[in-house]
T-cell receptor
Framework: GDSVTQMEGPVTLSEEAFLTINCTYT??????LFWYVQYPGEGLQLLLKATKADDKGSNKGFEATYRKETTSFHLEKGSVQVSDSAVYFCALADFGNEKLTFGTGTRLTIIP | EADIYQTPRYLVIGTGKKITLECSQT?????MYWYQQDPGMELHLIHYSYGVNSTEKGDLSSESTVSRIRTEHFPLTLESARPSHTSQYLC?????????FGPGTRLTVL
């Protein structure tokens, strides 16, 4: 079945540091891939997505590239801010599967 | 911007009470979902619906029940709340491959 493996946290970085959160997946088909972000006390918001191999999703300075050869979708940001402190979830949607498969989430804390 | 609403946002109740968590969306999406989120952040799918009069159990067994009488409304009910039901409950709707989440209800059962 489908699965998503996410880098374990928590991750603590200084402001303006470079961020990478690793995500790898297994899927039976050709899934779409997503990163969701959850700020304290809120629901999940879609951060970015990619629907096919070599697609790059980007939003708010975050980027992730769909790598079929390594089954990965790592999240990156060149210079993090305190406001990026949140929990980040990697997810996939496989064609024909009515359910999204989520990773376990990575808590990111940015210190000034 | 997705429009999906959950009420109440916070609820503290005593053991044995019956509660209903409300979820509504104005986007006309057929597919809707309920997740339970534990303190460790992991999301567990507990119920979903393909559309009106459709309800399915999710991956995590739950004592809650759901109904889908109208497209826009997907309430979750606990007949007799217990402390083990203390959690964050997230509702979502879906179109194509994208899911949109509500703000969540944080439930505490004393």
């Amino acid at each position: 079945g489908d699965s998503v493996t996410q880098m374990e946290g928590p991750v603590t970085l200084s402001e303006e540091a470079f961020l990478t959160i690793n995500c790898t997946y297994t899927a039976t088909g050709y899934p779409s891939l997503f990163w969701y972000v959850q700020y304290p006390g809120e629901g999940l918001q879609l951060l970015l997505k990619a629907t096919k191999a070599d697609d790059k999703g980007s939003n708010k300075g975050f980027e992730a590239t769909y790598r079929k050869e390594t089954t990965s979708f790592h999240l990156e940001k060149g210079s993090v801010q305190v406001s990026d402190s949140a929990v980040y979830f990697c997810a996939l949607a496989d064609f024909g599967n009515e359910k999204l498969t989520f990773g376990t989430g990575t808590r990111l804390t940015i210190i000034p | 911007e997705a429009d999906i609403y959950q009420t109440p946002r916070y609820l503290v109740i005593g053991t044995g009470k019956k509660i209903t968590l409300e979820c509504s969306q104005t986007m006309g999406h057929d597919k809707m979902y309920w997740y339970q989120q534990d303190p460790g952040m992991e999301l567990h799918l507990i119920h979903y619906s393909y559309g009106v009069n459709s309800t399915e159990k999710g991956d995590l067994s739950s004592e809650s029940t759901v109904s889908r009488i109208r497209t826009e409304h997907f309430p979750l009910t606990l007949e007799s709340a217990r402390p083990s039901h203390t959690s964050q409950y997230l509702c979502a709707s879906r179109v194509y491959n994208e899911q949109f989440f509500g703000p969540g209800t944080r439930l505490t059962v004393l």
